[in-house]
């Protein structure tokens, strides 16, 4: 086991969607390693194809430190990001990289498709007969990478935002009464979906319904609960998680957004790329207004506003981002190859963390738990559901409405 790193070049890259929180994962990284020895940091811009461009790697051990506190706060990629599943070709090319500059370390932040292209990166290091260490520093805003991980940093601020954003969307549903529905990110797992319920003070708050991917989405009944809710409330607020599933003719579970038609691209690991159009949310809308005679129905789609915003950042979130990278560099120290740093359950308010096998974390998604939705309501299980994720988000602001006092003039007026 090293205590330091005080030979070879550690290197750094950034990859998937950004979100709030995840320049302070890059410097705390920095940090970290400066205080453990580190002389040569390096930054690869732009994900697996910055790796490849040596004369395009940044000093990070050389900026200032003002310049890097201010880094830390800001939303977005400091380094850049892409999303590509690096070829054979481009994995001999990155261990050749490694060799020639000497990289014993390599921290690659990002999701679970970050943590398979770090995983395959290993096996071709491994492959050159390269000793070093590789290890995934978690992020995402969808909150669905694989046990151990209890959250990712980047989702509890994303996940205030759409808290506060969706009570404010259904106190102005309830000004001018009509339907609304909100489309969320998450393509597999419905974490930010489901964070709108977060301000609910009753039944009669808005989400008065959340559709997520972890269950069956059909349209008829979509219709239906638009038709009950707007019959009992004279309104309705729905949102909507944008990777909702629905039956085909043969049986399949098929993306909404196919179902209707939708064009949708395809990123660098072949998903669907469905958070740049509010077609979801046009359709939907054309559908109510079709199927329920309901002349005022809107739809906003959130998109990328939920990962890159200033100002909504949730403590516990900083307190995580900068948590992993503290985890990673102590784990990196431990010669064991590598790993992806994985946050443990909040206890008695000390952040824990685990190191998880690379081929597990890159596998798959971590839906959420069934014990946090509900077949009633709203379709999550309120109580549930804020005992997860309000010690993460922090305190929501509550709405207020005029009490119903019948007006009577003081007498002698």
Known sequence: MANTFNSGTVLIAQSGGPSPVVNETLVALVHKLKERGATNIAGAPFGVTGILKRSEWLDLRAQTESRMDAIAKSPGMALGSRRKKPGEDELKRIAEVFRQEGVRYFFFIGGDDTAKATNLIRTYVTQANYEMTLIHVPKTIDNDLLEPHDRTPGFASAARFVAHAVAGTDRDNASIPGVHIVVTMGKEAGYLAASSVLAKRSDLDGPHRVYVPEREFSIPGFVADVKDTFEKLGRGLFVVSEGIMIKDSGGKLVLLSEHLGTVLGADGFGGLSLSGTGAMGDALVKIVQEKTGIPRARSDTYGYMQRS?????????????????????????????????????????????????????????????????????????????????????????????????????????
């Open 309 to 413: 915003l200033l100002g909504w950042r949730a403590e516990q979130d900083v307190v995580d981002a900068r948590a992993v990278a503290v985890w990673a560099v102590k784990y990196a120290l431990l010669d064991n190859g590598g790993g992806s740093v994985a946050l443990a359950p909040l206890s008695d308010s000390q952040v824990l963390a685990t190191l998880a096998p690379l081929e597990i974390i890159g596998s798959g998604k971590r839906p959420m738990p069934q014990e946090l939705l509900s077949e009633t309501g709203c379709g999550i299980n309120v109580e549930r559901f804020r005992a997860y994720a309000e010690p993460l988000v922090g305190e929501i602001q509550k709405t207020a409405d005029l009490e119903h006092l019948p007006f009577r003039p003081a007498k002698g007026n």
